[in-house]
């Protein structure tokens, strides 16, 4: 589902969900929310935020949004890749599924050397 308005999709973990922190549906241009979803992979407390590694035995929760590209730099800017990288989380693609529909969504995973420094969430959920 792409659109001029909703160029893309992106799957939020942390503090960019519903009722978190940094609530992705308090930041302008207003994303859409499309639903509630798990990817492989597992979390770790960074202290006031998390961070996923995918793919690693467990699964996460998580929300799907379609944002504009505006709103895609904003976020980039609050996961530390603009204006300069600060090395904490790298930019990626995944397939995440709702339903019976597949979306093709960026995720902000956690480097290594960030996962590393982390505490295990064992529950996939950081809301929990």
């Keep these: 589902m792409v659109s001029a308005e909703f160029p893309l999709h992106v799957f939020v973990y942390g503090?960019?969900?519903?009722?978190?922190?940094?609530?992705?549906?308090?930041?302008?241009?207003s994303p859409r929310f499309m639903g509630i979803t798990q990817v492989a992979g597992r979390l770790v407390s960074l202290g006031d935020y998390p961070g996923i590694q995918l793919g690693k035995g467990g699964y996460v929760l998580g929300e799907v949004y379609a944002i504009s590209a505006e709103l895609?730099?904003?976020?980039?800017?609050?996961?530390g890749l603009l204006p300069i990288p600060d090395g904490q989380y790298r930019k990626k693609y995944i397939q995440v599924s709702l339903g019976a529909q597949d979306f093709f969504c960026l995720i902000y995973e956690?480097?290594?050397?960030?996962?590393?420094?982390?505490?295990?969430?064992l529950s996939g959920d950081w809301m929990a």
């Design 15 to 29: 503090t960019l969900r519903r009722g978190a922190a940094n609530d992705i549906n308090r930041l302008s241009p």
């Design 72 to 79: 895609e730099m904003l976020l980039d800017q609050i996961e």
């Design 110 to 121: 956690a480097t290594a050397e960030t996962w590393a420094r982390g505490v295990p969430l």
